[in-house]
């Protein structure tokens, strides 16, 4: 692996990672609420775009040019790193420093979401329904911390050749 690709993609790795904490422990700290806002969610999610684009042009300028391969891999090598940090860093605040907190985030989620349903006119059983479904779901499990974790590595690499389709020279094939 060349080692401009392996540098980037550590250190942009640890950046998107520190981004993850850094998030979660100021949301954590100010406003348990806003965990439950879809709107730090697109927020977060275009930061992560905008990275990947400064780590692809900042790699690509590194090399000269670059193909889907190496496109590919330096995003993936980030996305997983900061990925497995940020899943690290939620596993040991919600399951071991302040597992309260879960519950606190699943009664929010429960009425936030039962308030959209309700501007939807879904019917009342299907209401209940998703309820119930909720309340025997912890999202926060170290269990379900890593299917997260593997749902995020899937959407990385379906992301990461979309950008790695981008950002190759347009001679070069896909190898």
């Not at 993609?9 to 954590?28: A, E, K, P, R």
């Not at 269990?143 to 347009?170: C, E, P, R, T, Y």
């Amino acid at each position: 692996m060349n080692a401009t690709i392996k540098k980037n993609g550590i250190n942009f790795g640890i950046i998107m990672g520190v981004f993850s904490i850094l998030v979660t422990t100021l949301i954590y700290a100010i406003d348990v609420s806003l965990f439950v806002n879809p709107w730090i969610g697109i927020a977060s999610i275009i930061i992560y775009i905008v990275l990947g684009v400064i780590l692809l042009s900042k790699t690509k300028k590194a090399l000269g040019s670059i193909t889907f391969k190496e496109a590919f891999t330096v995003y993936f090598i980030a996305a997983a790193i900061g990925a497995v940090l940020g899943v690290v860093f939620n596993i040991i605040l919600f399951n071991f420093i302040d597992p309260s907190v879960k519950e606190t985030i699943r009664e929010m989620s429960i009425q936030y979401t039962v308030d959209m349903l309700k501007k939807f006119n879904t019917p009342t059983a299907a209401i209940k329904e998703t309820v119930e479904k909720m309340k025997e779901t912890d999202n926060y499990s170290i269990a379900n911390q890593l299917k997260g974790l593997v749902f995020s590595f899937v959407f990385s690499a379906i992301f990461g050749a979309i950008l790695a389709l981008i950002f190759k020279n347009k001679t070069n094939t896909l190898e």
